[in-house]
């Protein structure tokens, strides 16, 4: 196993602290990396793909209008793990980790490491090497286990995660496993093998006029995700069942996704599918979010919840108050709201030029009901309802003025890729 453990004055307060009334509960945090809000039973899917997120629902809070901070994978963690938007945080593509000054100023508010000040023992577990601490600069965990190649499975990260945990005694825990099963290459285990090096023009923009042209191509890559869905959904099972069986007290779960996917319904206006990134239509930026466990208010929450409110709940959840959560308008997602609220949505840094006459979409934002999309122009470009069809009865001016608000905030300038992250990218198909 390639763990990395962490040293530091944090880890050493943190052992002081533990025995001095240790803080509870322990924290498991999963996401299912590309998994689309629609494709959950307790979001109203019949595909009964994933029952594991079902009964989390079932016994816990669900949030019914959560959003991503940007529809890729390291910028909406790192604002799950900073409460930052990706512009502030300065990571606006995949490979970029958190840019120095930046963790410099934020070295000592990084969630991990405030955990770890409360007495947590805390370890990461990835199944991308995209998300290796290298790739996104995240520090504070004690270990940060990440796989060697390029993947590795959701299954083979869960029982890396339960081999530590079995080895944990006396403090609570901050465990973060990351589950990329659903993600491109579709398909089971086998198949993601079998498509290595990944065919960038079969995710992204299809070029060709004729790939997916026939219902049983597209059905089976609409098969081929829903595999990878199911998969990732039963590491989670085996990831909470375990932990709740090793725990002596019962954990608080949390599990999201960090952005959805677009299947194919953008297939024939924008000849793009089955990717992510480049649009912030709802099937990319509304994303399935439950909370289970002590302290959780059961039942379903309305109103508008974004990635980074995670960052308060985490600190909440261990007794850590989050001073800047008023003025950031991050809240405690544990308990139930339905208060009008605004969230805000950016784009990341395109990696291949929009082309004509497709509008490139510039920053969204929603408030529950409805999702407002403006174009890079600043001129809105689309407002539907939740059900992600018709119009949502024209833009109110606060939801503009919260997209606006996130208009071309474009952070800093991506420095170059170091070789082995752009190798990877390269391997996974994308083609930044």
Same mark, same amino acid.
């Given at each position: 196993?390639?763990?990395?453990?962490?040293?530091?004055?944090?880890?050493?307060?943190?052992?002081?602290?533990?025995?001095?009334?240790?803080?509870?509960?322990?924290?498991?945090?999963?996401?299912?990396?590309?998994?689309?809000?629609?494709?959950?039973?307790?979001?109203?899917?019949?595909?009964?793909?994933?029952?594991?997120?079902?009964?989390?629902?079932?016994?816990?809070?669900?949030?019914?209008?959560?959003?991503?901070?940007?529809?890729?994978?390291?910028?909406?963690?790192?604002?799950?793990?900073?409460?930052?938007?990706?512009?502030?945080?300065? &990571?606006?593509?995949?490979?970029?980790?958190?840019?120095?000054?930046?963790?410099?100023?934020?070295?000592?508010?990084?969630?991990?490491?405030?955990?770890?000040?409360?007495?947590?023992?805390?370890?990461?577990?990835?199944?991308?090497?995209?998300?290796?601490?290298?790739?996104?600069?995240?520090?504070?965990?004690?270990?940060?286990?990440?796989?060697?190649?390029?993947?590795?499975?959701?299954?083979?990260?869960?029982?890396?995660?339960?081999?530590?945990?079995?080895?944990?005694?006396?403090?609570?825990?901050?465990?973060? &496993?990351?589950?990329?099963?659903?993600?491109?290459?579709?398909?089971?285990?086998?198949?993601?093998?079998?498509?290595?090096?990944?065919?960038?023009?079969?995710?992204?923009?299809?070029?060709?006029?004729?790939?997916?042209?026939?219902?049983?191509?597209?059905?089976?890559?609409?098969?081929?995700?829903?595999?990878?869905?199911?998969?990732?959904?039963?590491?989670?099972?085996?990831?909470?069942?375990?932990?709740?069986?090793?725990?002596?007290?019962?954990?608080? &779960?949390?599990?999201?996704?960090?952005?959805?996917?677009?299947?194919?319904?953008?297939?024939?206006?924008?000849?793009?599918?089955?990717?992510?990134?480049?649009?912030?239509?709802?099937?990319?930026?509304?994303?399935?979010?439950?909370?289970?466990?002590?302290?959780?208010?059961?039942?379903?929450?309305?109103?508008?919840?974004?990635?980074?409110?995670?960052?308060?709940?985490?600190?909440?959840?261990?007794?850590?108050?989050?001073?800047?959560?008023?003025?950031?308008?991050?809240?405690?997602?544990?308990?139930?709201?339905?208060?009008?609220?605004?969230?805000?949505?950016?784009?990341?840094?395109?990696?291949?030029?929009?082309?004509?006459?497709?509008?490139?979409?510039?920053?969204?934002?929603?408030?529950?009901?409805?999702?407002?999309?403006?174009?890079?122009?600043?001129?809105?470009?689309?407002?539907?309802?939740?059900?992600?069809?018709?119009?949502?009865?024209?833009?109110?001016?606060?939801?503009?003025?919260?997209?606006?608000?996130?208009?071309?905030?474009?952070?800093?300038?991506?420095?170059?890729?170091?070789?082995?992250?752009?190798?990877?990218?390269?391997?996974?198909?994308?083609?930044?």
């Amino acid at each position: 196993m390639s763990w990395v453990t962490w040293n530091s004055v944090g880890a050493l307060l943190g052992l002081a602290l533990a025995g001095c009334g240790a803080p509870s509960p322990s924290i498991l945090l999963v996401t299912l990396d590309t998994v689309r809000r629609d494709h959950v039973g307790a979001y109203g899917a019949e595909s009964g793909l994933t029952p594991s997120l079902d009964a989390l629902a079932a016994e816990g809070l669900v949030h019914d209008a959560a959003y991503t901070t940007m529809p890729t994978t390291a910028p909406a963690h790192l604002s799950l793990f900073t409460g930052l938007y990706p512009s502030e945080h300065g &990571v606006r593509r995949n490979g970029d980790p958190l840019p120095s000054p930046v963790a410099s100023r934020f070295a000592s508010q990084e969630l991990a490491l405030r955990l770890r000040t409360r007495g947590y023992t805390t370890a990461a577990f990835v199944t991308s090497r995209l998300m290796s601490s290298r790739a996104t600069g995240l520090r504070g965990f004690e270990i940060y286990d990440a796989p060697t190649g390029v993947l590795r499975t959701g299954e083979a990260a869960a029982r890396a995660a339960l081999a530590w945990l079995r080895s944990e005694r006396g403090r609570p825990v901050f465990l973060f &496993v990351h589950l990329y099963d659903a993600h491109a290459p579709y398909g089971s285990a086998d198949e993601k093998r079998r498509s290595f090096p990944v065919e960038a023009s079969a995710y992204g923009w299809i070029d060709d006029g004729v790939r997916y042209a026939t219902e049983s191509e597209r059905g089976a890559m609409a098969a081929r995700y829903a595999r990878g869905v199911r998969s990732a959904d039963a590491a989670l099972g085996r990831l909470i069942a375990g932990a709740r069986e090793i725990l002596k007290a019962p954990p608080l &779960v949390i599990a999201l996704s960090d952005h959805g996917e677009t299947l194919a319904e953008r297939l024939a206006d924008r000849g793009y599918a089955y990717d992510h990134g480049e649009f912030l239509d709802l099937e990319t930026v509304a994303i399935p979010l439950i909370l289970a466990g002590p302290g959780v208010e059961a039942g379903r929450s309305r109103g508008a919840a974004s990635i980074r409110d995670l960052y308060t709940t985490l600190l909440a959840a261990a007794g850590i108050e989050d001073p800047e959560a008023q003025a950031s308008d991050r809240r405690d997602l544990r308990r139930r709201s339905a208060v009008r609220r605004l969230v805000g949505i950016e784009r990341r840094s395109f990696g291949l030029r929009i082309r004509e006459p497709v509008r490139a979409h510039g920053a969204a934002a929603s408030d529950g009901t409805r999702l407002l999309i403006l174009a890079d122009d600043g001129s809105l470009t689309s407002s539907t309802g939740e059900s992600g069809s018709g119009n949502a009865g024209g833009a109110a001016a606060d939801l503009v003025a919260t997209a606006q608000g996130r208009l071309h905030r474009t952070g800093r300038a991506s420095a170059p890729l170091d070789p082995e992250t752009r190798e990877a990218l390269h391997e996974l198909g994308y083609a930044e």
